[in-house]
């Protein structure tokens, strides 16, 4: 059964940086893709940055590229998210997920995804 923990949030200005850090148990055979989301009041969830543990196929949204990068370390029970140029509408609750797909690939839709971690606010101020 997985199990996923996130840490790393906090209240950072805008311009700043903050790392996430997803620590994941009961992996199977590293298959899996994980994500993170994010989701801010009133509104839906959706896909901030998605990897595909067998290869590192990595997908973000179009909101994110070019200032969040994911990454996993070489164990692959921890999957990071490192947030560069954090702007006031990055702020939301942050999740992690894991889900195996057989054949799917990378794939970054909450909807396709069974197990979450509690989340971790981030907060950027103006």
């Known amino acids: 059964q997985l199990h996923l923990v996130e840490s790393g949030g906090g209240l950072v200005q805008s311009g700043g940086s903050l790392r996430l850090s997803c620590a994941i148990s009961?992996?199977?055979?590293?298959?899996?893709?994980i994500g993170w989301f994010r989701q801010a009041p009133g509104k839906e969830r959706e896909g901030v940055s998605c990897?595909?543990?067998?290869?590192?196929?990595?997908r973000y949204g179009d909101s994110v590229k070019g200032r969040f990068t994911i990454s996993v370390d070489n164990a692959k029970n921890t999957v990071f998210l490192q947030m560069n140029n954090l702007k006031p509408e990055d702020t939301a609750v942050y999740y992690c997920?894991?889900?195996?797909?057989?054949?799917?690939?990378?794939?970054?839709?909450?909807?396709?995804?069974?197990?979450w971690g509690q989340g971790t606010q981030v907060t950027v101020s103006s």
């Open positions: 997920a894991a889900e195996l797909r057989l054949g799917w690939g990378v794939f970054c839709s909450p909807t396709d995804f069974g197990s």
């Open positions: 009961g992996l199977t055979k590293n298959t899996e893709t």
């Open positions: 990897i595909y543990l067998p290869n590192d196929t990595t």
